[in-house]
């Protein structure tokens, strides 16, 4: 099995996972970012005193929505060098490919061509009424004070024109923003949207912002942050450590594996320290 291991200086680690289709921009400079909380870990990783380092390298973990969202506008920053998104499936796109009711969002273009009646604090309070207690209210204020941003994201980074409107339940006014209708027959919208971003970062112009640098690396399984303690006695994420999967399901071959891991942890260990040597 192959395994492999980064070590970098200036890292920020980024763990997403996203259960409706939202967007969380702008990624470094937003301080509800520490809050996002993943569905399959405890805890969001991130390293604060990298946020604004020039020449910084953003790993992503995930390559859902929120996950390709996050690589797209990382790259767009100019303190940031390189992005690395870690998706352990073979495919980009996640759960959120097969959302098909669509984006809910409030002050949008959309919203005002219909002349609705709609406003944040009826969304804030939809959303917290819909959580029945459990809602975390920073969060809930990033969902929706930035819903509009995330619609006109859509447009702007997967051309997904997200204006007809439909009223959802949950919902007081409609907010449920979707594309038109293709040949009489509604989109799926959670499609739509992933395969214009999944396209926009694969195939994305020599001229357009972040050019050249995002690496995509498919069924990855993160299994380790490397840390560091700085003479302050803080403590830094330097890198990840990450295995190759692959999609056979040969018993014999799933029997080696743990020796392999074995083997191959104590080598990446060994390549990482000789990695943040050269660094500092």
Not at 3 to 13: E, F, M, S, Y
Not at 183 to 191: D, E, H, L, Y
Request: aromatic share 2%; proline share 5%.
């Amino acid at each position: 099995m192959d395994w492999k291991q980064r070590g970098i200086t200036a890292v920020i680690i980024v763990v997403v996972a996203i259960v409706s289709v939202s967007v969380y921009p702008p990624l470094l400079d937003n301080p509800r970012l520490a809050f996002l909380k993943p569905l399959t870990t405890t805890t969001t990783t991130t390293s604060p005193a990298a946020s604004h380092v020039a020449g910084a390298t953003v790993i992503v973990l995930g390559g859902g929505l929120a996950g390709l969202s996050a690589t797209i506008e990382a790259a767009q920053n100019p303190d940031v060098k390189k992005v690395i998104l870690i998706e352990k499936q073979p495919a980009l796109g996640g759960n959120s490919a097969k959302a098909s009711s669509g984006m809910n969002a409030v002050n949008t273009p959309a919203q005002q061509q219909a002349h609705s009646q709609d406003t944040l604090e009826a969304f804030v309070k939809d959303t917290v009424a819909s959580g029945k207690g459990l809602s975390d209210l920073a969060l809930v204020d990033t969902l929706t004070s930035q819903s509009s941003d995330a619609v006109a994201f859509v447009l702007r980074e997967g051309g997904v024109a997200l204006s007809v409107l439909s009223q959802c339940g949950g919902h007081t006014h409609p907010r449920t923003h979707r594309a038109p209708a293709n040949a009489g027959r509604p989109t799926n919208v959670g499609f739509d949207i992933v395969s214009a971003l999944i396209k926009r970062i694969e195939n994305m112009p020599a001229d357009a912002p972040g050019y050249g640098k995002i690496e995509v690396v498919k069924s990855a399984r993160v299994t380790q942050l490397t840390i560091a303690s700085d003479a302050d006695g803080s403590k830094r994420v330097t890198g990840i450590v990450y295995e190759k999967t692959t999609s056979a399901a040969d018993p014999k071959q799933q029997s080696q594996q743990p020796q392999q891991q074995t083997t191959q942890q104590h080598n990446n260990t060994t390549q990482q320290h000789n990695t943040t040597t050269q660094h500092n």
